[in-house]
């Protein structure tokens, strides 16, 4: 998972220790993809405690060898999927900064596969909320929230 961060120039890298807690402790709201044995794509997510019935998405990545496969949405439906059948799960929630048209697309067509869920988007960790001492020059992340979600056919 840190290499396929790493590798992809766009997601913030975490330490590879953090990806590994996430994979231990959350997996339950984290899928991994594997193709012909190679690590090829995952997705990072956890129930908000303050609302648990709502799964906030942190990164969706998908090692460049294996992209145009519909790697991201296949782990991303994989994702949600036992939760909303069980109720469990009503929202999604990720942020997505204003340059990141894949992810923007990825989150569109999921809100369309479930049933026309809606998407709105409003002002989440604007630029200010970010440390400005030259090291983490980070663009602001408008909060993208999508559901409620519906049971597929």
């Not at 807690?21 to 690590?39: I, K, W």
């Not at 460049?64 to 949405?73: Q, S, T, V, W």
Request: charge should be negative.
């Amino acid at each position: 998972m840190w290499r396929i961060a790493r590798d992809s120039r766009t997601l913030d890298l975490n330490s590879s220790y953090a990806y590994i807690l996430y994979a231990r402790d959350f997996m339950n709201t984290c899928r991994v993809a594997v193709v012909d044995g190679e690590t090829a794509g995952f997705v990072i997510g956890y129930a908000r405690p303050e609302q648990p019935d709502c799964l906030f998405v942190w990164q969706v990545a998908v090692d460049e060898r294996f992209r145009g496969l519909g790697l991201a949405a296949r782990m991303l439906d994989s994702l949600v999927e036992d939760g909303v059948a069980d109720g469990s799960i009503r929202m999604v929630e990720t942020t997505i900064t204003d340059d990141n048209a894949a992810s923007q697309r990825l989150f569109a067509s999921f809100a369309e596969r479930w049933g026309g869920a809606s998407v709105t988007t409003r002002p989440l960790f604007e630029r200010d909320h970010f440390p400005l001492d030259g090291h983490d020059e980070h663009a602001p992340e408008p909060l993208y929230e999508i559901g409620p979600l519906k049971a597929r056919s």
